[in-house]
């Protein structure tokens, strides 16, 4: 797609009606966001003025909307916590630095066409990311609600910590907080089309102007230098920005991943180009960097809100960046008076949907019981991939629980691998079906007198090669004279497990078993003979099934008419 190709076919008046509603929602939002990243509320507008803007330019989504998030937002907390900055200005600039270098190995990726790199985190390790995430930024946000000390520490410590403090509620801050996030969630159960956020900050700001909330012992948000930033790096040596560097790339893979979905659920009929929208995300972070922002990524949410709201291209993106920035000349004073617990209300209920323990249970029951016999533990990879990804987030940190949740569905995935399910199957009116899944679905099979039909249900490779070849060997018994391996549902075949089949073929010929191979087996053929060119390939090879039989049952009769079994099938 061409260089701004998003903003074009738009229909103002629906576009403008739609960036209004996506300012509503961003605004209050990106001031509650900036909190969880440990800055100032303000720079949750300085990042989404620039983001919406470049990304409606280089994007590739006509109505993906692109600012502050929590993932992200809890993400640059804790790398930039994690490098132990001196004050407020130095986690500050750190977290800007964040920006700029996710921004920059964003685009560098696009560049590369390494668009691909969102399949490296699952949608099942994404999921229990993001729902341990959730849950870390409300047990964070839980003292801002009641008006308790912050406490350090992981979620479990965080929760330990707000119970040993519940003796020390500030009444007022709690009750606000409370009503607040309890306004926020009928708001959303019983008029969803309300920007609630804004409803509920509005509320907070007059509840607390005509109280006098601040001078009650309740946190407020406190001034908001009005204006724009100053345009500019920020005051980072070399040395921060490599240290930024390998915990950026595990921001860079959360937020494209959850970028990308966003952008794709919301598709018409534009094409989704992933490098494009690297290089759309990556120029969105380093605009937010160099605006004094933080890191930035798109938003399902609001993206949902703009397409409810009947936007149809990125012209409503420039609409909201227009607002947000009217919103940062003019009326940041309106929020100086917001109280804290309001904002930490407003969190909590923007992130308490994604605690989406339904889609845990939904990757638990996936695997059925039939799977659990085949593949044991493993059967449920992707529940525990993102389970393993959960308990990582709220044990031990938010990266390192990313990470163990990738390893962990690499090594459940390489264990499916390397344990293939071979189907043994049996004849049912005109078809071969697998016997198992018959008789657990209350349907009889035959077999054919003499002869076992396998099918592996997997790639053969140098992993699995040996477990497949014990596996054949084992069926085999004194009544069987030919074996059949149904190479339907085998995608790719490597050198080792080509080498394998000639073996079984010879091992299978000294028993007097005839080795037969359905399908289409070009790579298996080019492979030996790229291998072993002094060696003669193949096992009988045969189109489907139905002919292994016919072949089979010919041979038969030629034996016991005293002829000799035929030569092999021409591999065509």
């Known amino acids: 797609m061409r260089l701004g190709e998003a903003l074009r076919g738009g229909t103002p008046r629906k576009d403008l009606i739609a960036g209004l509603t996506v300012w509503a929602v961003l605004v209050p939002e990106a001031l509650a966001y900036a909190t969880i990243a440990g800055v100032d509320p303000v720079v949750g507008l300085y990042a989404a003025v620039p983001s919406l803007i470049l990304y409606s330019v280089f994007g590739t989504s006509r109505r993906l909307v692109v600012g502050p998030m929590a993932a992200s937002a809890a993400l640059s907390a804790a790398v930039v916590g994690a490098l132990h900055p001196g004050d407020d200005a130095a986690f500050l600039a750190l977290t800007t630095g964040a920006a700029l270098v996710t921004g920059l190995l964003c685009i560098v990726a696009g560049v590369a066409r390494l668009g691909v790199l969102a399949s490296f985190v699952s949608e099942p390790v994404l999921k229990g990311f993001i729902i341990g995430m959730a849950i870390v930024i409300i047990v964070g946000q839980v003292p801002k609600l009641l008006g308790l000390d912050s406490v ?177 000349l003019f009326l940041t004073p309106l929020f100086e008076p917001l109280p804290e617990p309001v904002l930490a209300a407003v969190v909590i209920a923007a992130v308490l949907e994604l605690v989406d323990i339904k889609a845990l249970v939904r990757l638990w029951k996936l695997a059925t019981p039939l799977h659990g016999v085949r593949y044991g533990g493993a059967a449920r990879s992707d529940f525990w991939a993102a389970a393993a990804t959960l308990l990582g987030v709220l044990l031990i940190d938010t990266l390192p629980g990313l990470v163990i949740g990738v390893i962990i569905s690499i090594l459940l995935l390489l264990s499916r691998a390397s344990k293939p399910h071979i189907a043994e199957l049996g004849q049912t009116g005109d078809l071969w079906v697998d016997t198992d899944r018959a008789t657990a679905h209350g349907r009889s099979t035959t077999p054919h007198e003499g002869m076992v039909v396998l099918r592996v249900e997997g790639g053969m490779f140098f992993a699995n090669s040996t477990m497949i070849e014990d596996f054949v060997e084992a069926r085999v018994d004194k009544d069987t004279r030919a074996v059949v391996l149904d190479a339907q549902t085998v995608p790719f075949v490597d050198v080792t497990a080509a080498k394998m089949l ?39 090879v ?22 000799t079994t035929p030569g092999s099938t021409p591999d065509a």
């Not at 950026?248 to 893979?253: E, H, N, S, V």
């Not at 007097?512 to 289409?520: C, I, S």
């Not at 002919?547 to 010919?554: L, Q, R, T």
């Open 502 to 540: 000639v073996e079984l073929r010879d091992s299978l010929q000294s028993k007097g078993v005839t080795l037969y191979l359905t399908r289409d087996v070009g790579q298996v053929r080019d492979l030996i003979r790229n291998a072993e060119p002094s060696r003669e390939f193949m096992p009988h």
């Open 542 to 563: 045969v189109p489907d099934v139905h002919a292994a039989v016919a072949a089979f049952d010919e041979s038969e009769k030629g034996t016991s008419a005293g002829g």
């Open 152 to 328: 350090d520490g992981n979620a479990v410590e965080k929760t330990i910590g707000v119970f040993g403090e519940l003796g020390d509620i500030h009444g007022a801050s709690a009750l606000l907080g409370i009503a607040a996030l309890a306004l926020a969630l009928s708001l959303r159960r019983w008029a969803p089309k309300v920007p609630g956020a804004l409803v509920v900050v509005a509320v907070g700001v007059l509840v607390s102007v005509f109280l006098g909330l601040g001078d009650q012992g309740v946190e407020i948000v406190g001034h908001i230098e009005p204006g724009i930033p100053t345009l500019g790096l920020p005051d980072l040596a070399l040395s921060d920005y490599s240290d930024l560097l390998v915990p950026a790339l595990g921001i860079m893979a959360v937020a494209f991943a959850e970028s990308l979905g966003a952008a794709r659920s919301s598709a018409t009929t534009e094409k989704i180009d992933a490098n494009r929208e690297l290089i759309g995300m990556g120029m969105s972070n380093i605009g937010s960097g160099l605006a004094g922002g933080m890191v930035v990524n798109g938003s399902l949410s609001k993206t949902a809100v703009n397409s409810a709201a009947g936007g149809t291209s990125q012209w409503s993106s420039i609409v909201a960046g227009i607002l947000t920035l009217a919103t940062l």
